[in-house]
């Protein structure tokens, strides 16, 4: 039997939630395709952590952060179904508030640096393991005060979606 290679991501993330509603962007590539997912990613060389919480946000929605806190940390791993990889994805997350309207998101995003399809606001009760990333389950279990918070998430048949 092969080995199982080893991936660690490590990004930041926003969770803004508003009328019970989280605002989600639609992943088109990666683990996460076609699911819903938390604005944000990977920071860039010398990027603080707020910095790129508030340029990921900006890129990945148009929208922009007027105000950030609670800042917490969370890991998961994911073993992608009929692949030999586990990926270790440790992410951190912070509340934010965002301006009312978006703006347009910056052409060369969107000419191929964009791992998003579009920005939508989703009611918390129509997000689960069948559409969204463990990103946004996690905030579900923030929200349901679930025990375990704290504690690694293992997803061991994960799936990507085609559609």
Not at 59 to 74: A, C, H, S
Not at 102 to 122: F, Q, R
Request: hydrophobic share 35%.
């Amino acid at each position: 039997m092969k080995e199982l290679d080893y991936k660690l991501h490590f990004g930041v993330y926003g969770v803004a939630i508003k009328d019970n509603k989280l605002l989600c962007i639609s992943k088109n590539s990666g683990p996460y395709k076609n699911r819903y997912d938390l604005p944000g990613g990977s920071q860039e060389l010398g990027e603080g952590l707020t910095d790129t919480l508030v340029r990921e946000i900006f890129e990945e929605t148009g929208f922009k952060v007027l105000d950030y806190k609670n800042p917490r940390i969370y890991d998961s791993f994911l073993k992608i179904k009929n692949h030999q990889v586990i990926t270790h994805h440790v992410f951190s997350l912070y509340t934010v508030t965002v301006n009312g309207e978006a703006e347009s998101i910056p052409d060369e995003v969107v000419d191929g640096k964009n791992d998003s399809d579009g920005v939508l606001w989703m009611a918390l009760d129509d997000l689960n393991l069948h559409n969204a990333s463990p990103l946004i389950l996690k905030v579900i279990d923030e929200k349901n005060t679930n025990p375990g918070l704290l504690d690694k998430k293992t997803f061991d048949d994960w799936e990507i979606l085609n559609n």
